[in-house]
Protein backbone atom coordinates (compact mmCIF):
# COMPACT_ATOMS: atom_id res chain seq x y z
CA UNK A 1 0.00 0.00 0.00
CA UNK A 2 1.40 3.53 -1.07
CA UNK A 3 0.91 6.03 1.41
CA UNK A 4 1.73 10.09 1.96
CA UNK A 5 0.77 12.62 4.04
CA UNK A 6 -0.63 16.39 3.32
CA UNK A 7 1.10 18.50 5.91
CA UNK A 8 -2.11 20.69 5.91
CA UNK A 9 -4.01 21.76 8.51
CA UNK A 10 -2.75 19.07 10.92
CA UNK A 11 -1.75 16.82 8.41
CA UNK A 12 -3.75 14.11 6.65
CA UNK A 13 -3.30 10.52 5.08
CA UNK A 14 -3.45 9.37 1.59
CA UNK A 15 -3.55 6.01 0.66
CA UNK A 16 -3.40 4.00 -2.96
CA UNK A 17 -4.05 0.43 -3.40
CA UNK A 18 -6.15 -2.02 -5.85
CA UNK A 19 -8.79 -3.23 -3.31
CA UNK A 20 -8.78 -0.36 -0.60
CA UNK A 21 -12.38 0.39 -1.20
CA UNK A 22 -13.27 -3.15 0.82
CA UNK A 23 -10.91 -1.57 3.87
CA UNK A 24 -12.83 1.65 3.61
CA UNK A 25 -13.84 1.30 7.47
CA UNK A 26 -10.98 -0.05 8.87
CA UNK A 27 -9.02 3.04 7.52
CA UNK A 28 -11.90 5.60 8.32
CA UNK A 29 -12.35 4.33 11.91
CA UNK A 30 -8.80 5.45 12.39
CA UNK A 31 -9.66 9.21 11.51
CA UNK A 32 -13.20 9.25 12.17
CA UNK A 33 -14.36 8.79 16.05
CA UNK A 34 -17.79 9.94 15.63
CA UNK A 35 -20.36 6.75 15.40
CA UNK A 36 -22.37 8.24 12.62
CA UNK A 37 -21.32 8.67 8.53
CA UNK A 38 -23.01 10.33 5.83
CA UNK A 39 -21.96 8.60 3.05
CA UNK A 40 -22.34 10.69 -0.29
CA UNK A 41 -22.58 9.36 -3.44
CA UNK A 42 -24.58 9.34 -7.10
CA UNK A 43 -26.93 7.31 -8.49
CA UNK A 44 -23.99 5.55 -10.70
CA UNK A 45 -21.27 5.20 -8.37
CA UNK A 46 -23.89 4.12 -5.62
CA UNK A 47 -24.68 1.41 -7.85
CA UNK A 48 -21.21 0.14 -8.68
CA UNK A 49 -19.52 0.63 -4.89
CA UNK A 50 -22.20 1.66 -2.38
CA UNK A 51 -22.99 -1.57 -0.65
CA UNK A 52 -19.33 -2.74 -0.62
CA UNK A 53 -18.72 0.53 0.79
CA UNK A 54 -21.62 1.12 3.81
CA UNK A 55 -20.87 -3.21 4.33
CA UNK A 56 -17.20 -1.97 5.35
CA UNK A 57 -17.77 1.01 7.25
CA UNK A 58 -21.21 -0.90 9.15
CA UNK A 59 -18.63 -3.70 10.30
CA UNK A 60 -16.71 -1.01 12.00
CA UNK A 61 -20.11 -0.20 14.10
CA UNK A 62 -20.75 3.09 12.15
CA UNK A 63 -24.31 4.54 11.77
CA UNK A 64 -24.45 4.66 8.06
CA UNK A 65 -26.73 7.24 6.32
CA UNK A 66 -26.56 7.05 2.77
CA UNK A 67 -27.93 9.90 0.30
CA UNK A 68 -27.57 8.95 -3.34
CA UNK A 69 -28.28 12.50 -5.91
CA UNK A 70 -28.27 11.95 -9.48
CA UNK A 71 -25.49 11.45 -11.31
CA UNK A 72 -23.67 14.69 -13.53
CA UNK A 73 -22.68 18.29 -13.44
CA UNK A 74 -25.89 19.58 -13.39
CA UNK A 75 -26.78 18.53 -9.72
CA UNK A 76 -23.71 20.33 -8.71
CA UNK A 77 -25.62 23.02 -7.46
CA UNK A 78 -26.52 24.93 -4.36
CA UNK A 79 -29.77 23.20 -4.05
CA UNK A 80 -28.41 19.78 -3.80
CA UNK A 81 -26.11 20.76 -1.21
CA UNK A 82 -28.64 22.54 1.05
CA UNK A 83 -30.48 18.77 0.40
CA UNK A 84 -27.13 17.10 1.77
CA UNK A 85 -27.16 19.53 4.53
CA UNK A 86 -30.50 19.30 5.71
CA UNK A 87 -30.30 14.94 5.63
CA UNK A 88 -26.92 15.57 7.74
CA UNK A 89 -29.30 17.72 10.06
CA UNK A 90 -32.31 14.86 9.71
CA UNK A 91 -30.05 11.79 10.39
CA UNK A 92 -28.80 13.88 13.69
CA UNK A 93 -25.48 14.15 12.68
CA UNK A 94 -23.17 16.12 15.44
CA UNK A 95 -19.50 17.51 15.26
CA UNK A 96 -18.20 14.33 15.85
CA UNK A 97 -19.57 12.37 12.85
CA UNK A 98 -18.63 13.01 9.81
CA UNK A 99 -19.14 12.76 5.95
CA UNK A 100 -17.61 10.11 3.34
CA UNK A 101 -17.59 11.08 -0.80
CA UNK A 102 -18.22 8.34 -2.61
CA UNK A 103 -17.81 8.93 -6.10
CA UNK A 104 -16.31 11.56 -8.57
CA UNK A 105 -15.26 14.85 -8.86
CA UNK A 106 -18.66 16.50 -8.26
CA UNK A 107 -19.47 14.40 -5.38
CA UNK A 108 -16.11 14.93 -3.95
CA UNK A 109 -16.92 18.69 -4.27
CA UNK A 110 -20.38 18.51 -3.17
CA UNK A 111 -19.87 16.85 -0.53
CA UNK A 112 -16.73 18.50 0.97
CA UNK A 113 -18.75 21.66 1.16
CA UNK A 114 -21.65 20.31 2.39
CA UNK A 115 -19.16 19.25 5.21
CA UNK A 116 -17.50 22.48 5.08
CA UNK A 117 -20.73 23.94 6.37
CA UNK A 118 -22.72 21.53 8.28
CA UNK A 119 -22.51 22.76 11.79
CA UNK A 120 -19.77 24.53 10.77
CA UNK A 121 -17.30 22.19 9.49
CA UNK A 122 -17.40 18.37 10.05
CA UNK A 123 -14.86 16.43 8.71
CA UNK A 124 -15.03 13.99 5.58
CA UNK A 125 -13.74 11.53 4.04
CA UNK A 126 -12.66 11.45 0.21
CA UNK A 127 -13.18 8.26 -1.77
CA UNK A 128 -12.21 9.12 -5.31
CA UNK A 129 -13.71 6.85 -8.13
CA UNK A 130 -13.01 8.07 -11.59
CA UNK A 131 -9.16 8.80 -13.03
CA UNK A 132 -9.81 12.94 -12.81
CA UNK A 133 -10.87 12.98 -9.02
CA UNK A 134 -8.10 10.19 -7.96
CA UNK A 135 -4.89 12.45 -8.92
CA UNK A 136 -6.63 15.77 -8.75
CA UNK A 137 -9.94 17.05 -7.31
CA UNK A 138 -9.34 14.48 -4.14
CA UNK A 139 -6.64 16.40 -2.64
CA UNK A 140 -6.30 19.96 -1.99
CA UNK A 141 -9.69 20.82 -0.10
CA UNK A 142 -10.97 23.30 -2.89
CA UNK A 143 -14.91 22.15 -2.16
CA UNK A 144 -17.74 24.05 -4.69
CA UNK A 145 -20.80 24.01 -6.43
CA UNK A 146 -21.83 25.88 -9.77
CA UNK A 147 -23.87 29.18 -9.72
CA UNK A 148 -26.09 29.55 -12.81
CA UNK A 149 -23.28 32.37 -13.12
CA UNK A 150 -20.19 30.27 -13.58
CA UNK A 151 -18.66 27.06 -12.41
CA UNK A 152 -17.08 26.75 -9.16
CA UNK A 153 -18.56 29.82 -7.40
CA UNK A 154 -19.61 28.86 -4.60
CA UNK A 155 -17.20 26.91 -2.51
CA UNK A 156 -14.57 26.86 0.88
CA UNK A 157 -11.33 25.52 1.41
CA UNK A 158 -11.97 22.60 3.62
CA UNK A 159 -9.28 19.75 3.78
CA UNK A 160 -10.87 16.04 3.80
CA UNK A 161 -9.30 14.05 6.79
CA UNK A 162 -8.07 11.15 4.81
CA UNK A 163 -7.93 10.39 0.88
CA UNK A 164 -8.70 6.61 0.06
CA UNK A 165 -7.58 5.82 -3.32
CA UNK A 166 -8.18 2.11 -5.05
CA UNK A 167 -7.30 2.20 -8.66
CA UNK A 168 -9.47 -1.02 -9.01
CA UNK A 169 -12.23 0.91 -9.46
CA UNK A 170 -11.26 2.35 -12.72
CA UNK A 171 -11.76 -0.63 -14.30
CA UNK A 172 -15.29 0.10 -14.84
CA UNK A 173 -14.94 3.47 -16.05
CA UNK A 174 -15.37 3.88 -19.99
CA UNK A 175 -11.97 4.84 -22.10
CA UNK A 176 -13.54 8.43 -22.35
CA UNK A 177 -13.32 9.78 -18.69
CA UNK A 178 -10.05 7.49 -18.59
CA UNK A 179 -8.80 9.53 -20.96
CA UNK A 180 -10.58 12.57 -19.21
CA UNK A 181 -8.60 11.97 -16.20
CA UNK A 182 -5.74 11.45 -18.28
CA UNK A 183 -5.53 15.64 -19.83
CA UNK A 184 -4.64 16.49 -15.74
CA UNK A 185 -1.80 13.33 -15.58
CA UNK A 186 -0.41 15.02 -18.58
CA UNK A 187 -0.66 18.64 -17.21
CA UNK A 188 1.54 17.32 -13.74
CA UNK A 189 4.13 16.07 -16.32
CA UNK A 190 4.25 19.09 -17.80
CA UNK A 191 4.74 21.49 -15.38
CA UNK A 192 6.59 19.65 -12.54
CA UNK A 193 7.99 16.44 -13.66
CA UNK A 194 9.52 15.53 -16.83
CA UNK A 195 9.86 11.84 -15.83
CA UNK A 196 6.44 11.11 -15.97
CA UNK A 197 5.94 12.77 -18.88
CA UNK A 198 8.64 10.42 -20.39
CA UNK A 199 7.17 7.77 -18.85
CA UNK A 200 3.57 8.31 -20.27
CA UNK A 201 5.35 8.02 -23.76
CA UNK A 202 7.55 4.53 -22.83
CA UNK A 203 5.01 3.11 -20.55
CA UNK A 204 1.10 2.76 -21.09
CA UNK A 205 -0.66 4.95 -17.95
CA UNK A 206 -2.29 1.91 -17.42
CA UNK A 207 0.82 -0.62 -16.76
CA UNK A 208 1.60 1.41 -13.58
CA UNK A 209 -1.58 2.83 -12.77
CA UNK A 210 -0.82 2.86 -8.34
CA UNK A 211 2.71 4.58 -9.44
CA UNK A 212 1.51 7.13 -11.84
CA UNK A 213 -1.38 7.94 -9.28
CA UNK A 214 1.21 8.13 -6.51
CA UNK A 215 3.46 10.40 -8.36
CA UNK A 216 0.28 13.22 -9.63
CA UNK A 217 -0.91 12.74 -6.38
CA UNK A 218 2.56 13.55 -4.69
CA UNK A 219 2.87 16.81 -6.80
CA UNK A 220 -0.20 17.91 -5.91
CA UNK A 221 0.80 17.56 -2.30
CA UNK A 222 3.97 19.26 -2.56
CA UNK A 223 2.38 22.60 -4.32
CA UNK A 224 -0.54 22.36 -1.84
CA UNK A 225 1.49 22.16 0.56
CA UNK A 226 3.27 25.24 -0.09
CA UNK A 227 0.18 27.20 -1.19
CA UNK A 228 -3.28 25.80 0.34
CA UNK A 229 -5.42 28.93 -0.61
CA UNK A 230 -3.91 29.84 -4.09
CA UNK A 231 -1.72 32.70 -3.33
CA UNK A 232 0.74 31.61 -5.98
CA UNK A 233 2.41 27.94 -6.60
CA UNK A 234 -1.05 26.31 -6.41
CA UNK A 235 -1.82 28.13 -9.53
CA UNK A 236 0.70 26.10 -11.39
CA UNK A 237 -2.28 23.34 -11.46
CA UNK A 238 -4.34 25.27 -13.78
CA UNK A 239 -1.60 25.04 -16.79
CA UNK A 240 -4.08 24.81 -19.78
CA UNK A 241 -6.90 25.36 -17.65
CA UNK A 242 -7.71 29.18 -18.68
CA UNK A 243 -8.07 28.57 -22.81
CA UNK A 244 -9.66 25.16 -21.45
CA UNK A 245 -11.97 27.02 -19.20
CA UNK A 246 -13.19 29.32 -22.51
CA UNK A 247 -13.47 25.90 -24.68
CA UNK A 248 -15.70 24.59 -21.84
CA UNK A 249 -17.75 27.63 -21.57
CA UNK A 250 -17.90 28.23 -25.55
CA UNK A 251 -19.51 24.67 -25.49
CA UNK A 252 -21.90 25.35 -22.89
CA UNK A 253 -19.95 22.70 -20.57
CA UNK A 254 -21.74 19.97 -22.99
CA UNK A 255 -19.61 17.86 -25.93
CA UNK A 256 -16.45 18.18 -24.30
CA UNK A 257 -15.17 16.85 -20.91
CA UNK A 258 -13.06 19.33 -18.23
CA UNK A 259 -9.91 16.73 -19.96
CA UNK A 260 -10.08 17.11 -23.35
CA UNK A 261 -10.31 21.15 -22.95
CA UNK A 262 -7.53 21.31 -20.90
CA UNK A 263 -5.35 19.33 -23.51
CA UNK A 264 -6.65 21.89 -26.09
CA UNK A 265 -5.75 24.32 -23.25
CA UNK A 266 -2.21 23.01 -23.38
CA UNK A 267 -1.65 23.09 -26.77
CA UNK A 268 -3.00 26.75 -27.68
CA UNK A 269 -1.06 27.89 -24.55
CA UNK A 270 2.22 26.09 -25.00
CA UNK A 271 2.30 27.71 -28.72
CA UNK A 272 1.62 30.55 -27.93
CA UNK A 273 4.18 30.27 -25.17
CA UNK A 274 7.02 29.20 -28.38
CA UNK A 275 5.61 31.90 -30.46
CA UNK A 276 6.49 34.74 -27.48
CA UNK A 277 10.03 32.99 -27.01
CA UNK A 278 8.64 32.02 -23.97
CA UNK A 279 8.42 27.93 -24.48
CA UNK A 280 11.54 25.66 -25.89
CA UNK A 281 10.53 24.97 -29.23
CA UNK A 282 8.95 21.50 -30.10
CA UNK A 283 7.07 21.39 -27.07
CA UNK A 284 3.73 22.15 -28.11
CA UNK A 285 4.26 19.05 -30.60
CA UNK A 286 5.56 16.81 -27.72
CA UNK A 287 1.99 17.45 -26.14
CA UNK A 288 -0.07 17.57 -28.79
CA UNK A 289 1.57 13.33 -29.51
CA UNK A 290 0.87 12.75 -25.94
CA UNK A 291 -2.93 14.05 -25.93
CA UNK A 292 -2.98 12.03 -29.47
CA UNK A 293 -1.48 8.60 -27.69
CA UNK A 294 -4.01 9.30 -24.60
CA UNK A 295 -7.31 9.85 -27.10
CA UNK A 296 -7.41 13.25 -26.51
CA UNK A 297 -8.09 16.55 -28.40
CA UNK A 298 -5.38 18.77 -29.37
CA UNK A 299 -7.42 21.64 -31.41
CA UNK A 300 -11.18 23.37 -31.13
CA UNK A 301 -12.93 24.51 -33.94
CA UNK A 302 -13.83 28.10 -31.91
CA UNK A 303 -11.58 30.55 -33.17
CA UNK A 304 -8.39 31.75 -31.45
CA UNK A 305 -10.71 34.94 -31.12
CA UNK A 306 -13.47 33.85 -29.88
CA UNK A 307 -11.54 31.59 -27.47
CA UNK A 308 -9.66 34.82 -25.93
CA UNK A 309 -12.84 36.62 -26.15
CA UNK A 310 -14.37 33.81 -23.77
CA UNK A 311 -11.50 34.29 -21.58
CA UNK A 312 -12.19 37.78 -21.17
CA UNK A 313 -15.88 37.32 -20.46
CA UNK A 314 -13.78 35.97 -16.81
CA UNK A 315 -12.14 38.99 -16.15
CA UNK A 316 -14.18 39.95 -13.11
CA UNK A 317 -12.97 36.94 -11.76
CA UNK A 318 -9.55 38.16 -12.26
CA UNK A 319 -8.89 41.34 -12.05
CA UNK A 320 -6.76 43.81 -14.42
CA UNK A 321 -5.39 40.67 -15.68
CA UNK A 322 -4.71 36.93 -16.01
CA UNK A 323 -2.17 34.33 -14.48
CA UNK A 324 -1.13 32.52 -17.18
CA UNK A 325 0.85 29.59 -16.54
CA UNK A 326 3.68 29.07 -18.92
CA UNK A 327 6.15 26.41 -19.90
CA UNK A 328 9.63 26.71 -20.06
CA UNK A 329 9.98 23.20 -21.23
CA UNK A 330 8.55 20.12 -20.11
CA UNK A 331 8.61 20.54 -16.60
CA UNK A 332 9.38 23.27 -15.80
CA UNK A 333 6.85 26.14 -15.17
CA UNK A 334 5.72 29.37 -13.84
CA UNK A 335 2.97 31.73 -13.58
CA UNK A 336 3.24 34.87 -15.86
CA UNK A 337 0.34 37.55 -15.04
CA UNK A 338 -0.58 38.94 -18.79
CA UNK A 339 -2.59 42.27 -18.38
CA UNK A 340 -6.14 42.13 -20.12
CA UNK A 341 -4.94 44.46 -22.61
CA UNK A 342 -2.11 42.04 -23.87
CA UNK A 343 -4.00 39.28 -24.04
CA UNK A 344 -4.76 39.46 -27.91
CA UNK A 345 -1.32 39.87 -28.38
CA UNK A 346 -0.08 37.20 -26.46
CA UNK A 347 -2.53 35.00 -28.50
CA UNK A 348 -1.69 36.47 -31.66
CA UNK A 349 -5.00 37.14 -32.28
N1 LIG B 1 -7.53 21.46 -9.37
C1 LIG B 1 -6.64 22.51 -9.06
C2 LIG B 1 -6.45 22.72 -7.59
O1 LIG B 1 -6.86 21.90 -6.80
O2 LIG B 1 -5.88 23.70 -7.21
Not at 129 to 151: F, H, I, M, R
Not at 271 to 277: I, L, M, T, Y
Amino acid sequence: MKKMTVHVNGGYDIFIENGLLDKAGELISNVLKGKKIALISDTNVYKLYGKRTECSLKEQGYEVFTYVFNAGEVSKKTDTVVEIVEFMAESGLTREDGAVALGGGVCGDMAGFAAAIYLRGIQYVQIPTTLLSQVDSSVGGKTAVDLPQGKNLCGAFHQPSLVIIDPAVLDTLSEHFFADGMGEVIKYGCIKSKALFERLIDDDARSFIEDMIFECVDIKRQVVENDEKEHGERALLNFGHTCGHAIEKLWNFEHISHGEAVGIGMVMISRAGENNGITQPGTTDQIIKMLERYNLKTFDSHSMAEIVAAMHADKKRTGSGIKLVMLKSIGDSYIKPVENTEIEKFFGV
